[in-house]
């Protein structure tokens, strides 16, 4: 089992900067990729960004260019720094781990519990 705690979320205004951590323990040898999904009242959960355990990244279009993930191996833990924020990055986000995001989305692997994050207009 792994447990993922993630920390970070608020109240922003727009055009600000935010950013997210998402600490692993537990069983985490099974872990490549890691990243963060978000989702909005009504809406689908969508991924925002992906880390793997070598560095690759990919990133949603609608954060391109505004956000940057990253990864502390050492620490087991991955960041997602948000900037030039807008109202419609409101949501959860939700911080994912597993062999990678796909193997997550097939039900094998883990989330964490969410945190909101808010953007004022």
């Known amino acids: 089992q792994v447990q993922l705690v993630e920390s970070g979320g608020g109240l922003v205004q727009a055009g600000g900067s935010l950013r997210l951590s998402c600490a692993a323990s537990?069983?985490?040898?099974?872990?490549?990729?890691m990243g963060w999904c978000r989702q909005a009242p009504g809406k689908q959960r969508e991924l925002v960004a992906t880390?793997?355990?070598?560095?690759?990244?990919n990133y949603a279009d609608s954060v391109k260019g505004r956000s940057t993930i990253s990864r502390d191996n050492a620490k087991n833990t991955v960041y997602l720094q948000m900037s030039s924020l807008k109202p419609e990055d409101t949501a959860v986000y939700y911080c994912?781990?597993?062999?990678?995001?796909?193997?997550?989305?097939?039900?094998?692997?883990?989330w964490g519990q969410g945190t909101q994050v808010t953007v004022s207009s």
């Open positions: 994912f781990a597993g062999a990678s995001f796909m193997a997550v989305v097939r039900g094998s692997g883990y």
């Open positions: 880390i793997t355990s070598g560095g690759s990244t």
């Open positions: 537990g069983s985490i040898f099974s872990i490549n990729a």
